[in-house]
C-alpha cells in the first residue's frame, strides 16, 4: 500500500497562533475524512524572531491530542531522520516516504502527523 504525505501550510499568510489552531483543527478534519494517515504540518519555527509561537501552540496541541486519543502520534521535524526510531520504522513500512523533500534536514518548522 502507498502512502503519501498530504502537506498543509498553516504559516503562509502569517496568521496569529489561534488562527493557526483554527486551521489545524480544520485540516485534521479534513484529512479524516479523507481517510489521509500521514499529514505534514508547516508551522514555521520563529525565524522571524517572534519566537515559534505558532510552532509551540501546534506541536502543544498535537502532544494533547496524541494524549486524547485522537491522533495516534507525531514527529517533530528535528526528528524526521532515519536515525529516529519512529521515523525509521515508518520508512521501513512506506520506503516511499524516503524522498520527502524535508527528511533528514532536522526542519524545526514541521511536524509529521500520523491519523
Not at 483543527?25 to 500521514?38: C, M, P
Request: proline content about 2%.
Amino acid at each position: 500500500m502507498s502512502l503519501t504525505i498530504k502537506t498543509v501550510n498553516l504559516k503562509s499568510d502569517m496568521p496569529s497562533v489561534e488562527e493557526a489552531l483554527q486551521r489545524l483543527a480544520r485540516e485534521l478534519a479534513i484529512a479524516r475524512k479523507e481517510n489521509v494517515t500521514l499529514l505534514k504540518i508547516i508551522h514555521g519555527y520563529g525565524s522571524t524572531g517572534a519566537g515559534g509561537d505558532i510552532r509551540i501552540a501546534v506541536q502543544r496541541r498535537l502532544h494533547d491530542q496524541i494524549q486524547e486519543g485522537q491522533v495516534r502520534g507525531c514527529i517533530f521535524g528535528e526528528n524526521w531522520s532515519k536515525t529516529d526510531d519512529t521515523t525509521w520504522r515508518l520508512l521501513q513500512a512506506h520506503s516511499e516516504l524516503k524522498s520527502d523533500p524535508h527528511l533528514g534536514r532536522r526542519n524545526q518548522g514541521i511536524t509529521v502527523v500520523l491519523l
